[in-house]
């Protein structure tokens, strides 16, 4: 099962509320380790040519980054897992982009969108689509393995001590994210990929 | 009459007091105000910050460039300051040697020899042990 088929589900399943609504939840593993999830749903369009689906591992939460981000003052930054969990809500609906060398963010163009985004553990992923027939160019650069990353676009970020030598961001809005090299990323561990359609899986299977 | 200047100026030297407790105060609190503005970001992004990386880079290569430069003039000023070392040379010896025709300023030893043959060997060894106590000879 694919990540966000998986939070779809998951989230579903639990609220037990009927499509294109949203849905949020805490499931606690059996590590003792908190869950958030959230999903919006979009409706099934088989072999619609304007989504790929994607999926990837936004950034870490209560986790350092490992270089300072961009805004940040040269400071490296933490984002809180209780800030993340809060900000959840705020990246549904907001808009995937990229930029010409693979180097940072231009938010005019955006090329997918986020649906779903789940804590788990100290990785917080998202899901969704991009929209590939817009965009032919993507396709075959985000296919090398390995090589892509995310990175979050925050507004209205709290520190709770700008003195501090990391930063920790208590509360923040997330406004959108991009597709870049991981190289570029503040978060070297982020990273990104396209989802295989069932469908095209199926076709190999039945070839054989 | 003495009483009541007295307890004028206790009354003053109080409310100065309360004064300065009072604008250590407003001080304190517009730090906090400062401080709490400052604790929220407009907008940040975890991409790495490239501006700043190039700003440190082309900190660090003149930084570099400065460091080379200075070394370079200290390896040139090494003979400059022992040329004009001379400063510590009795003027009486730079006299004698103006007359045997030696200049400080382009000295070389076996110019010196040549220049001291007329002298004795007492003031040879002198002049040379000057010389050398100025750093001119090696």
Redo the contacts between chains.
Sequence with gaps: MGHSEGLHRRSFGLAGLPERTSSRDGLRGGAGLQMRAMAVEFPVVHGHPNRLPFEGVL?LVDVA?D??????R?HR?VLTRSAAETALPSLLGMAVDYKAGW???DARQKCGIITSAEIDGQKLTVAGYLFARDFPEMEAKIQVDGAMGM??????????D?RAQVWT?TR?TFTGA?I?LR?????RS?SFHLKRPVNAGRRVAVGR | MKDELGSTVERLAAAAGLLEQAVERLAQRQNDFALDAEASIGRIVATVERQREAELEEKLAAAEAQIAELKAAAAHSVPAEVTHGRKTLPASMVNLLAKQGVTVDAMEAGAVDAALVSLSVEQRIAVKSQLMQAGLLG
């Design positions: 950034t980054s270089k300072a981000p961009s805004g940040s040269g930054v180097d940072g963010h990175s979050y676009e925050l507004a209205d970020a709290h520190v709770a700008m961001l923040a991009a870049l190289e570029k990323a503040a978060y982020t």
